[in-house]
């Protein structure tokens, strides 16, 4: 069973940054693509970035194009999302999963809070 462990969450004054972490369990974790989601209040899950097996192609959605990074490390079988310039429309649940995401693998997520 894949479990996928994110972290780095907070509350931040819109302009600030936070990165975030997401550890996965699965050993074939190089093996994949890997995406960033999020949840607004009210709001259906959507997708934010997304990084090749090997990090060298990188998707962004345009809300966040320009202000987040994706990236990952390997060997440490974890997923980061940096984001700068945080805006309070970013404030939502943060999940990592696979992509396509695995409806079974979805994680507690991390709350991320922007305030204006």
């Known amino acids: 069973q894949v479990q996928l462990v994110e972290s780095g969450g907070g509350l931040v004054q819109a302009g600030g940054s936070l990165r975030l972490s997401c550890a996965a369990s699965d050993i074939t974790f190089s093996d994949y693509d890997m995406g960033w989601y999020r949840q607004a209040p009210g709001r259906e899950r959507e997708f934010v970035a997304s990084?090749?097996?090997?990090?060298?192609?990188?998707y962004y959605s345009d809300s966040v194009k320009g202000r987040f990074t994706i990236s990952r490390d390997n060997a440490k079988k974890t997923v980061y999302l940096q984001m700068n310039n945080l805006k309070p429309e970013d404030t939502a649940i943060y999940y990592c999963n696979r992509r396509p995401a695995v409806p079974g693998y979805w994680g507690q997520g991390t709350q991320v809070t922007v305030s204006s």
């Open positions: 990084i090749s097996w090997s990090g060298t192609a990188k």
